[in-house]
């Protein structure tokens, strides 16, 4: 019995992190965030473990376990499982993540009304910034440059 709620390869992951995608396109939100990170990160998990992923898409993993903006998707998912990361964390990337939220943030007429869409800001280790909706198109565009190269 699976507990994956018909989640089964790869390729339903990339799909669902797509879908996560347009959530956030469509309004930025904490909680889509987490669960875009989430999907982000793990992808390197169900390509490891899943039966017919190549030998060679294997290998390329650590590729992308190295890429900055999965790293980022990493230490947001490892916070939010363990609500803090030690400065000492090993591959760190990400210092800190920015939310807020009010008139005149985020984009014009998104969001709840009278509130707003959230603006989430993303803050590496050495010191660059980017919003969150830049950084999240690079993780999309990571994840399907990895799966066009290895026929996934």
């Not at 999907?39 to 390197?44: D, P, S």
């Not at 900055?68 to 230490?75: A, H, Q, S, Y």
């Not at 993540?97 to 009304?113: D, E, N, Q, R």
Request: with cysteine; hydrophobic share 35%; aromatic share 10%.
């Amino acid at each position: 019995m699976s507990l994956t709620a018909g989640l089964k390869t790869p390729r339903d992951m990339l799909a669902k992190l797509h879908t996560e995608h347009s959530r956030l396109k469509t309004s930025v939100t904490s909680g889509d965030l987490m669960n875009f990170t989430i999907t982000g990160y793990h992808l390197i998990e169900w390509i490891r473990n899943n039966p017919s992923t190549s030998v060679t898409a294997k290998n390329e993993l650590e590729a992308m376990y190295r890429n900055p903006d999965i790293g980022v998707c990493r230490d947001i998912t490892n916070e939010s499982k363990h609500f803090a990361l030690k400065k000492d964390y090993e591959d760190r990337v990400t210092d800190k993540t920015s939310a807020m939220s009010g008139y005149g943030v985020g984009g014009y007429g998104k969001g709840p009304y009278g509130i707003g869409e959230e603006s989430i800001v993303v803050v590496l280790l050495d010191g660059t910034r980017f919003d969150s909706l830049t950084w999240a198109q690079r993780v999309v565009d990571a994840w399907d440059a990895f799966f066009a190269k290895d026929g996934l």
